[in-house]
Structures are given as C-alpha cells and as structure tokens.
C-alpha cells in the first residue's frame, strides 16, 4: 500500500543571531490511510515545529529541508499559492495555541465559512446547515448563536473545539493534530478523540496525533513515534513499542506514567531535562540522562535500526534496555 504522507530526512533550523539550531533533525515517517500515528516526546523535543514543517507554516527564520510526499506531490518544493489550495482542504491542522490560529475579529461561522466556500462546491445553506452540524459534533451547543459569536466570547476549551470543527469543515484527508484535546475536561477529549476516529473510518483519513498523554496513544493511535531533542528515537507500532520499548528514552517515558492500580514508588522517571536547542550533547543527545550509557553512546549517533517489520529504534544498546522491560509490558 502507498503511505498517504511520505516525510524523508526532514530537517527544520532556525536562524537567530547567535547562530543556527536544528530543531529537527533529519525525521523520517510514514503515514498509511486511515492510519493514526501518535508523535510524543517532552516538551521542546520539535513535535510542532515538525507538524509545521510539513504545511510550512514557520516564520522566515526557518530554514526547511527534506521532502514531504503528498500525493505524489513533495510539498515542500510546491508554490506558496499551490499549499494554500491543500492546506485547510486535503490536509488541516489543529494548532496547538488556538488563539493563534483564530481570526480575532471575524465571527466564528465566517471562519467556518471561509474554508467551507474554498474547499466545498456546498451551496450557502449547505454551508450554514454544514456549519451548526460541525458545532454540534465538537460539542457545542446552540449552534445557531455561538456561531455569531468573535473568538474572545469562547472560553480555551471552546475555542480549542472550534478550531477543530474548522479544521474538519473539509473533510480532509489528512488531519494534522497539535495536542488538540490538552485544554478540554476529559468527557469532551474522549468525544473528539472518538471523533477523530469516526472520521478517520468514514473517510480513511490519516492523521498524525501530537500528544503529551501516552494513554491517549495507546487508546487512540496505531502506530508511534517518540521524538528526542529533534530526532525519531524510536517507531513502531503502538503494541510493540509499549511492550518492547527498545531506546532507553522511550523506556523512561512509558515508565513515568501513572496508571490505575499503580503505586506511585513503582513509577520509573527520566532524571534531567531535555537539553536546550544551543548545546545538544554529541553521540545519541540522551546519554546524560541514560542509565544504560557507554563510551560509544558520547562519542557516536546510534542509526535507527529495525527491531521488526514495524518497529525500529536508535540505541546502541537496544539489547539490554529490552533486557530490562518494559514498564507496561505486562498489562
Ligand atoms: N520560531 C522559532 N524560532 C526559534 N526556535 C524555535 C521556533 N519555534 C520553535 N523553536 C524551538 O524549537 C524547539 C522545538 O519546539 P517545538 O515547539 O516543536 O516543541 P514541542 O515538542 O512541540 O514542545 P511542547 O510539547 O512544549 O509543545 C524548541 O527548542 C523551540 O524553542
Ligand atoms: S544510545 Fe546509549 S545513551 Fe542513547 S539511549 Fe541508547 S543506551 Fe542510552
Ligand atoms: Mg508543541
């Protein structure tokens, strides 16, 4: 089967006046229809800025390289007006700070609207029926009077759940999800999640998931990816990697997560913090903080190598982290 999103050697670098830092660094993935494919790591480790990347939507100080196969298009070579005709259609994105991604001073139907006329042939009362079913579907109520309200009359959540209906508004093919649940009560996260999926079964779409909640990924996702201060440190499918996490980093992360019947004491935690853009350490960048380290780890970059037909991480040292469990492996 064709992948519906190729990304090859991705690599994003800002320019500042201090210099060029790498925020992602040479990602690859794929993404089949109809696949969901959950993108986690800390905070800082580029999940947005590789979101970003693919739809180029990044400030001029952003240097993008690689190739993005859409379609047997690479969107990254494609014209600014040639994007605009996917971005909001085929491919939508939910941002992760909603007030960024609203127009402040247009009321919320025209914003729906906007993106109905552009990339439907639906007439204006197809439009406005389309408009209070979308509100309805990402649980808002009374449709027909929130619809004229401004963005600033919605509270976080609310705002976060109208960008998702403008984000679905064309049923795309592709959904690019930033965090989208993170400001919702966890009743509302389940139906949009359960949204997701509905859509992603009706129309096969694809959507790559970013999530800072690895049980969001093991209820919503097939496939992971864990990202480490700009890098794919391991992929697979979802199963395997929670039952076999074969990079240290990875192992750290399923093991700080707190589940029921769980006592706190038995939670595992990745002592440190993430390194800053500015001084990435050589060799695989998480040996200050691995406790399976050697020598060759500070000195060279582990390549990502297959551990099966859908899994693959980057460790020298995959062997004796597996050695150790998985931390949820026996679920
Ligand atoms: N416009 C920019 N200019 C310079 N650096 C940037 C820019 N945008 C992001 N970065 C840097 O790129 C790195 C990755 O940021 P990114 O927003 O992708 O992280 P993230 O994984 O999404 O984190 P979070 O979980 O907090 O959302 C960070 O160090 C960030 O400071
Ligand atoms: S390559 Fe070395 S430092 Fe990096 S995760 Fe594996 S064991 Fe740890
Ligand atoms: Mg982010």
Avoid at 202 to 219: C, E, N, P, W
Avoid at 233 to 258: C, D, I, K, M, N
Wanted: charged share 15%; hydrophobic share 40%; net charge neutral.
């Amino acid at each position: 089967m064709t992948p519906a999103l190729e990304v090859s050697h991705l690599t994003t670098q800002f320019t500042s006046g201090s210099g060029k830092v790498t925020a992602v660094d040479d990602v690859s993935f794929a993404v089949m229809p109809g696949q969901v494919l959950g993108l986690v790591g800390e905070s800082g480790s580029g999940k947005s800025v590789t979101l970003r990347s693919l739809l180029r939507l990044l400030p001029r100080t952003a240097q993008i390289e690689g190739r993005v196969i859409w379609q047997g298009q690479d969107l990254i070579g494609m014209s600014e007006k040639q994007l605009r005709s996917v971005r909001g259609g085929d491919i939508s994105m939910i941002f992760q700070e909603p007030m960024t991604a609203l127009n402040p001073v247009l009321p919320v139907w025209l914003q729906i609207d906007e993106n109905l006329r552009t990339h439907t042939s639906l007439s204006a009362s197809e439009r406005v029926a389309r408009a209070r079913e979308l509100m309805d579907l990402v649980g808002i109520s009374d449709a027909p009077r929130r619809l004229l309200q401004y963005p600033h009359q919605f509270s976080g959540g609310m705002r976060q759940r109208v960008m998702i209906a403008i984000a679905l508004a064309s049923n795309p093919k592709l959904l690019l999800a930033d965090e989208p649940t993170t400001a919702l009560d966890v009743t509302i996260q389940d139906q949009i999640l359960k949204l997701i999926l509905s859509l992603r079964d009706k129309l096969a779409m694809s959507v790559v998931l970013v999530t800072h909640d690895l049980g969001v990924v093991a209820t919503t996702c097939d496939h992971m990816a864990v990202m480490y201060a700009g890098r794919i440190v391991e992929t697979g499918a979802v199963s395997s990697v929670f039952a076999q996490p074969s990079h240290a980093y990875t192992r750290g992360l399923l093991g700080s997560v707190p589940r029921a019947g769980t006592q706190r004491s038995q939670l595992l935690s990745i002592e440190g913090t993430p390194p800053s853009l500015s001084a990435i350490p050589k060799g695989c960048s998480f040996h200050p903080r691995c406790e399976f380290a050697t020598d060759i780890c500070r000195r060279s970059t582990p390549a990502m190598l297959p551990q099966s037909a859908t899994h693959a991480a980057a460790c020298f040292h995959s062997d004796r982290v597996i050695a150790a469990g998985s931390p949820v492996g026996a679920q």
